[in-house]
Protein backbone atom coordinates (compact mmCIF):
# COMPACT_ATOMS: atom_id res chain seq x y z
CA UNK A 1 0.00 0.00 0.00
CA UNK A 2 1.58 3.53 -0.83
CA UNK A 3 2.56 5.49 2.47
CA UNK A 4 2.02 8.95 3.13
CA UNK A 5 3.10 11.67 0.18
CA UNK A 6 4.33 14.57 0.92
CA UNK A 7 4.72 17.72 -1.91
CA UNK A 8 7.02 19.15 -2.52
CA UNK A 9 9.54 16.99 -1.44
CA UNK A 10 12.08 20.68 -1.55
CA UNK A 11 11.17 24.09 -1.31
CA UNK A 12 13.34 27.58 -1.15
CA UNK A 13 11.93 30.62 -0.38
CA UNK A 14 13.01 34.02 0.54
CA UNK A 15 11.96 35.48 4.32
CA UNK A 16 8.77 37.28 4.28
CA UNK A 17 7.00 34.91 1.40
CA UNK A 18 4.71 32.56 1.78
CA UNK A 19 4.83 28.58 1.36
CA UNK A 20 2.34 25.55 1.49
CA UNK A 21 2.84 22.08 2.22
CA UNK A 22 0.93 19.53 0.73
CA UNK A 23 -0.07 15.86 2.60
CA UNK A 24 -1.79 12.99 1.60
CA UNK A 25 -2.33 10.53 3.66
CA UNK A 26 -2.31 6.84 3.75
CA UNK A 27 -5.65 5.88 2.18
CA UNK A 28 -8.50 4.98 5.00
CA UNK A 29 -6.58 7.00 7.91
CA UNK A 30 -8.80 9.80 9.25
CA UNK A 31 -5.81 12.10 10.89
CA UNK A 32 -3.12 13.62 9.93
CA UNK A 33 -0.30 14.89 12.22
CA UNK A 34 2.39 18.00 10.97
CA UNK A 35 5.99 18.07 12.73
CA UNK A 36 8.66 19.98 12.41
CA UNK A 37 12.13 19.20 12.74
CA UNK A 38 15.04 21.89 12.57
CA UNK A 39 18.64 20.82 11.58
CA UNK A 40 19.61 18.76 14.57
CA UNK A 41 16.67 18.80 16.54
CA UNK A 42 14.19 16.40 17.53
CA UNK A 43 10.73 16.44 15.43
CA UNK A 44 8.41 18.58 16.84
CA UNK A 45 4.36 18.56 16.72
CA UNK A 46 2.72 21.36 15.45
CA UNK A 47 -0.91 20.82 14.70
CA UNK A 48 -2.88 17.48 13.77
CA UNK A 49 -6.85 17.16 12.35
CA UNK A 50 -8.83 14.18 12.77
CA UNK A 51 -11.94 14.31 10.39
CA UNK A 52 -11.58 17.36 9.33
CA UNK A 53 -11.25 18.97 12.76
CA UNK A 54 -8.51 20.49 14.51
CA UNK A 55 -7.74 17.68 16.99
CA UNK A 56 -4.43 18.75 18.80
CA UNK A 57 -2.18 21.86 18.83
CA UNK A 58 1.36 21.53 19.40
CA UNK A 59 4.52 24.24 18.83
CA UNK A 60 2.30 26.20 15.74
CA UNK A 61 3.25 29.34 14.92
CA UNK A 62 0.42 32.21 14.68
CA UNK A 63 2.07 32.56 11.18
CA UNK A 64 1.04 29.09 10.23
CA UNK A 65 -2.44 27.20 9.63
CA UNK A 66 -3.69 23.96 8.56
CA UNK A 67 -6.22 22.27 7.34
CA UNK A 68 -7.85 18.68 6.48
CA UNK A 69 -10.13 18.49 3.38
CA UNK A 70 -12.71 15.54 2.45
CA UNK A 71 -10.67 13.96 0.66
CA UNK A 72 -8.41 13.91 3.88
CA UNK A 73 -5.45 15.35 2.31
CA UNK A 74 -4.40 18.22 4.30
CA UNK A 75 -2.00 21.65 4.19
CA UNK A 76 -0.22 23.34 6.11
CA UNK A 77 0.03 27.24 5.00
CA UNK A 78 3.12 29.09 6.03
CA UNK A 79 3.40 33.02 5.84
CA UNK A 80 5.95 35.56 6.64
CA UNK A 81 8.81 33.27 7.01
CA UNK A 82 11.65 33.75 8.87
CA UNK A 83 15.21 32.14 8.77
CA UNK A 84 14.40 29.71 11.50
CA UNK A 85 11.80 28.32 9.50
CA UNK A 86 14.08 26.21 7.54
CA UNK A 87 13.32 22.96 8.69
CA UNK A 88 12.06 19.63 7.11
CA UNK A 89 8.57 18.90 7.55
CA UNK A 90 6.85 15.80 8.29
CA UNK A 91 3.32 14.89 7.93
CA UNK A 92 1.98 11.55 9.21
CA UNK A 93 -1.18 9.69 9.89
CA UNK A 94 -3.27 7.16 11.24
CA UNK A 95 -6.54 5.74 11.71
CA UNK A 96 -7.87 6.53 14.89
CA UNK A 97 -10.16 3.90 17.13
CA UNK A 98 -7.22 1.10 16.63
CA UNK A 99 -6.24 -0.67 20.25
CA UNK A 100 -2.93 0.32 19.77
CA UNK A 101 -2.71 2.69 17.13
CA UNK A 102 0.26 4.39 15.61
CA UNK A 103 1.37 7.28 13.15
CA UNK A 104 3.05 6.80 9.56
CA UNK A 105 5.59 9.18 8.29
CA UNK A 106 5.70 10.51 5.08
CA UNK A 107 8.89 11.13 3.54
CA UNK A 108 8.97 15.44 4.54
CA UNK A 109 9.40 18.52 2.62
CA UNK A 110 12.88 20.10 3.06
CA UNK A 111 11.79 24.11 3.32
CA UNK A 112 15.33 26.52 2.83
CA UNK A 113 14.28 29.91 3.82
CA UNK A 114 16.98 32.29 2.74
CA UNK B 1 3.01 13.19 29.28
CA UNK B 2 5.42 11.04 30.45
CA UNK B 3 8.39 12.29 30.38
CA UNK B 4 11.21 10.03 29.22
CA UNK B 5 15.28 9.50 29.63
CA UNK B 6 17.12 7.78 27.70
CA UNK B 7 20.91 7.32 26.55
CA UNK B 8 22.00 10.24 24.14
CA UNK B 9 24.56 7.80 22.11
CA UNK B 10 25.16 4.13 22.04
CA UNK B 11 27.28 1.94 19.84
CA UNK B 12 27.49 -1.58 18.96
CA UNK B 13 29.28 -4.03 16.20
CA UNK B 14 27.11 -5.80 13.55
CA UNK B 15 25.94 -9.12 14.92
CA UNK B 16 25.58 -8.51 18.04
CA UNK B 17 22.07 -7.54 20.53
CA UNK B 18 21.64 -3.78 21.29
CA UNK B 19 19.39 -3.14 24.31
CA UNK B 20 18.26 0.78 24.81
CA UNK B 21 16.70 1.45 27.96
CA UNK B 22 14.10 4.51 28.45
CA UNK B 23 13.09 5.67 32.11
CA UNK B 24 9.87 6.80 32.53
CA UNK B 25 9.25 7.19 36.43
CA UNK B 26 5.40 9.22 35.73
CA UNK B 27 3.86 6.76 33.16
CA UNK B 28 0.08 6.65 33.98
CA UNK B 29 -2.44 4.16 33.89
CA UNK B 30 -3.59 4.89 30.27
CA UNK B 31 -0.08 5.51 28.92
CA UNK B 32 1.46 2.93 26.17
CA UNK B 33 5.41 2.48 25.68
CA UNK B 34 6.42 3.38 21.92
CA UNK B 35 9.36 3.13 19.96
CA UNK B 36 10.03 5.19 17.04
CA UNK B 37 13.22 5.31 14.42
CA UNK B 38 14.50 7.48 12.15
CA UNK B 39 17.48 7.96 9.78
CA UNK B 40 18.91 11.00 8.97
CA UNK B 41 16.50 13.15 6.61
CA UNK B 42 13.53 10.95 6.94
CA UNK B 43 10.23 10.60 8.71
CA UNK B 44 10.64 8.96 11.94
CA UNK B 45 9.16 5.27 11.26
CA UNK B 46 7.30 3.02 14.51
CA UNK B 47 9.16 0.10 15.24
CA UNK B 48 7.14 -1.65 17.95
CA UNK B 49 4.64 -0.48 20.90
CA UNK B 50 3.47 -2.46 24.14
CA UNK B 51 1.61 -1.82 27.35
CA UNK B 52 3.33 -4.30 29.88
CA UNK B 53 5.32 -7.48 30.05
CA UNK B 54 6.90 -8.30 26.53
CA UNK B 55 6.35 -7.28 22.67
CA UNK B 56 7.94 -9.20 19.87
CA UNK B 57 7.55 -8.43 16.56
CA UNK B 58 9.58 -9.02 13.53
CA UNK B 59 12.19 -6.07 14.18
CA UNK B 60 12.26 -5.81 17.99
CA UNK B 61 11.39 -6.49 21.09
CA UNK B 62 10.44 -4.57 23.91
CA UNK B 63 10.52 -5.61 27.51
CA UNK B 64 8.55 -3.72 30.26
CA UNK B 65 9.17 -4.74 34.06
CA UNK B 66 5.89 -4.98 36.14
CA UNK B 67 6.05 -0.97 37.64
CA UNK B 68 6.13 0.13 33.95
CA UNK B 69 8.70 2.93 34.96
CA UNK B 70 11.24 2.06 32.74
CA UNK B 71 11.04 0.27 29.39
CA UNK B 72 13.92 -1.77 27.21
CA UNK B 73 13.89 -1.91 23.42
CA UNK B 74 16.14 -5.17 22.22
CA UNK B 75 17.42 -5.15 19.06
CA UNK B 76 18.42 -8.70 17.78
CA UNK B 77 21.81 -8.80 15.53
CA UNK B 78 22.37 -5.54 14.44
CA UNK B 79 23.55 -4.31 11.02
CA UNK B 80 25.12 -1.42 9.96
CA UNK B 81 21.53 -0.37 8.65
CA UNK B 82 20.68 -0.44 12.20
CA UNK B 83 22.23 3.37 13.20
CA UNK B 84 19.96 5.62 13.30
CA UNK B 85 18.14 7.74 16.44
CA UNK B 86 15.65 5.42 18.49
CA UNK B 87 13.00 7.66 20.64
CA UNK B 88 11.09 6.50 23.18
CA UNK B 89 7.66 7.80 23.67
CA UNK B 90 4.97 7.42 26.11
CA UNK B 91 1.56 8.11 26.17
CA UNK B 92 -2.31 7.73 25.86
CA UNK B 93 -2.41 6.48 22.37
CA UNK B 94 -5.99 8.01 21.83
CA UNK B 95 -7.91 10.14 23.24
CA UNK B 96 -11.67 9.82 24.04
CA UNK B 97 -14.03 11.75 21.65
CA UNK B 98 -12.11 10.74 18.73
CA UNK B 99 -8.74 12.59 17.44
CA UNK B 100 -5.74 11.65 18.97
CA UNK B 101 -2.66 13.41 20.22
CA UNK B 102 0.64 14.63 18.63
CA UNK B 103 3.55 12.43 19.61
CA UNK B 104 6.31 14.41 22.01
CA UNK B 105 9.68 13.83 20.66
CA UNK B 106 12.33 13.69 23.50
CA UNK B 107 16.15 13.45 22.99
CA UNK B 108 16.38 10.24 21.26
CA UNK B 109 19.17 7.50 21.24
CA UNK B 110 21.97 7.64 18.62
CA UNK B 111 22.89 4.28 17.72
CA UNK B 112 25.81 3.65 15.85
CA UNK B 113 26.52 0.33 14.37
CA UNK B 114 30.45 -0.53 14.00
CA UNK B 115 31.63 -3.11 11.01
Known amino acids: AAGVIQSPRHLIKEKRETATLKCYPI?????VYWYQQGPGQDPQFLIS???????DKGSIPDRFSAQQFSDYHSELNMSSLELGDSALYFC?????????????FGPGTRLLVL | LAKTTQPISMDSYEGQEVNITCSHN???????ITWYQQFPSQGPRFIIQ???TKVTNEVASLFIPADRKSSTLSLPRVSLSDTAVYYC????????????????FGKGTHLIIQP
Open chain 1, 92 to 104: ASSLVGRPQETQY
Open chain 1, 27 to 31: SRHDT
Open chain 1, 49 to 55: FYEKMQS
Open chain 2, 26 to 32: NIATNDY
Open chain 2, 50 to 52: GYK
Open chain 2, 89 to 104: LVGDAYHSGGGADGLT
